[in-house]
């Protein structure tokens, strides 16, 4: 039997179960790369969840679908307007320094003004292959929609095949190269 899922809008009390997915989203390795000397995963966590609570911030609870089953976050999606990355990302530089001693305002953009950039994605292994992530970015296309951007993008570690595949699947395309978090990236919008 089917596990019954709800993609709704995130809540500020979930927090600490959407910091967990975006830095499963993101990898170890990539979070471990944004972290300072002496500063380790859990580091990162307790700075991620206190991103996930503010409002001004990319990673904003605000920002954030959640796929829901039996009361229990089990996949997210987080999106912004591109075009505020520079803005929403001060939250982030600051609690870098804060959290993990490590300044990172001269950080390469990852996307730009013109799409919903689709930040993080992530569906918690035990409910993967089950549609959700299909779910949660049909919802995040219809954000798109309602905000009247012309596309969604999205960067997909060029070691990921599995995840290209599936934005494949639901119609994403090649845009361009990029580099982000110490992983070369493909740039894939969906129009």
């Not at 989203?25 to 002496?38: R, S």
Request: charged share 25%; net charge negative.
């Amino acid at each position: 039997m089917k596990t019954m899922i709800v993609i709704r809008e995130a809540t500020k009390s979930q927090a600490s179960d959407i910091a967990q997915l975006i830095m499963m989203a993101m990898t170890d390795d990539c979070c471990q790369h944004f972290c300072g000397v002496g500063h380790g995963l859990e580091d990162f966590l307790k700075m991620m969840t206190s991103l996930v609570e503010r409002e001004d911030s990319q990673y904003s609870y605000r920002n954030t679908f959640v796929a829901m089953a039996d009361n229990k976050v089990v996949g997210i999606a987080v999106s912004y307007d591109g075009g505020r990355l520079h803005e929403l990302r001060q939250a982030f530089i600051k609690a870098a320094k804060e959290y993990i001693g490590k300044d990172h305002s001269g950080m390469d953009d990852e996307t730009q003004a013109g799409e919903l950039y689709l930040d993080s994605l992530a569906v918690l292994p035990e409910y993967r292959r089950q549609g959700i992530a299909h779910c949660l970015l049909h919802a995040t296309k219809e954000k798109a929609n309602k905000m009247g951007q012309p596309c969604v993008g999205l960067l997909v570690d060029k070691g990921n095949p599995a995840g290209e595949a599936l934005y494949a699947s639901v119609g994403f395309q090649y845009a361009n190269d990029s580099w982000w978090g110490g992983h070369p990236m493909k740039h894939l919008v969906l129009k």
